[in-house]
T-cell receptor, first 112, second 114 residues
Framework: KNEVEQSPQNLTAQEGEFITINCSYS?????LHWLQQHPGGGIVSLFM???GKKKHGRLIATINIQEKHSSLHITASHPRDSAVYIC??????????????FGKGTKLSVKP | ETGVTQSPTHLIKTRGQQVTLRCSSQ?????VSWYQQALGQGPQFIFQ???????GRGNFPPRFSGLQFPNYSSELNVNALELDDSALYLC?????????????FGPGTRLLVL
């Protein structure tokens, strides 16, 4: 079983739809990262959160530490949101080494 | 733009050859991590360098080695290339090595081994 599991693997939406991507993890963590990867390959960090909720523009990330689950929401989706969204957790707990364990990613395609 | 650059962007090698990939971190970032991403998969941790010393390693054989230099640049070297080494190689720099640090990724080097 992978330590970080994402669902769905692929998601197609119409412009304007509300989108939810889910991430579950099996290890104890200090924080969880949501990242965005465009077709060219570059990865951009969207959020790092350890509790509650964070919002940036149309993106909202939530985490439930007890349930070991996080969600990434996109409101009023737009074709430029099309990308792979990846959930990742640090291998160690707070204070220890910060290399990341990644999920396989969710490929989002938003149609106009 | 994350301020992290990688070179080359693309590379084709043949089995058995050696390759060096380069990464330039953000100024002041003491930590660089290298990841391998096979097609359709999430990145896998190769190793991390902190202040020019290896600071952790994933499940990769010794033919994967690295260096970090005082000028915030680093290298990933792979000897005796195998077909399965074909992947996108990503470096990520962070201010420090801890688990609460944001990592800033480079655009990656796409390696094809024939």
């Amino acid at each position: 079983k992978n330590e970080v599991e994402q669902s769905p693997q692929n998601l197609t939406a119409q412009e304007g739809e509300f989108i939810t991507i889910n991430c579950s993890y099996s290890v104890g963590i200090s924080a969880l990262h949501w990242l965005q990867q465009h077709p060219g390959g570059g990865i951009v960090s969207l959020f790092m959160l350890s509790s509650g909720k964070k919002k940036h523009g149309r993106l909202i990330a939530t985490i439930n530490i007890q349930e070991k689950h996080s969600s990434l929401h996109i409101t009023a989706s737009h074709p430029r949101d099309s990308a792979v969204y990846i959930c990742a957790v640090p291998q160690g707990l707070r204070g220890s080494q910060g290399n990341l364990i990644f999920g396989k990613g969710t490929k989002l395609s938003v149609k106009p | 733009e994350t301020g992290v650059t990688q070179s080359p962007t693309h590379l084709i090698k043949t089995r058995g050859q050696q390759v060096t990939l380069r990464c330039s971190s953000q100024s002041g970032h003491n930590t660089v991590s290298w990841y391998q991403q096979a097609l359709g998969q999430g990145p896998q941790f190769i190793f991390q360098y902190y202040r020019e010393e290896e600071n952790g390693r994933g499940n990769f054989p010794p033919r994967f080695s690295g260096l970090q230099f005082p000028n915030y640049s680093s290298e990933l070297n792979v000897n005796a290339l195998e077909l399965d080494d074909s992947a996108l190689y990503l470096c990520a720099s962070s201010l420090d090595s801890g688990s609460m640090e944001t990592q800033y990724f480079g655009p990656g080097t796409r390696l094809l081994v024939l």
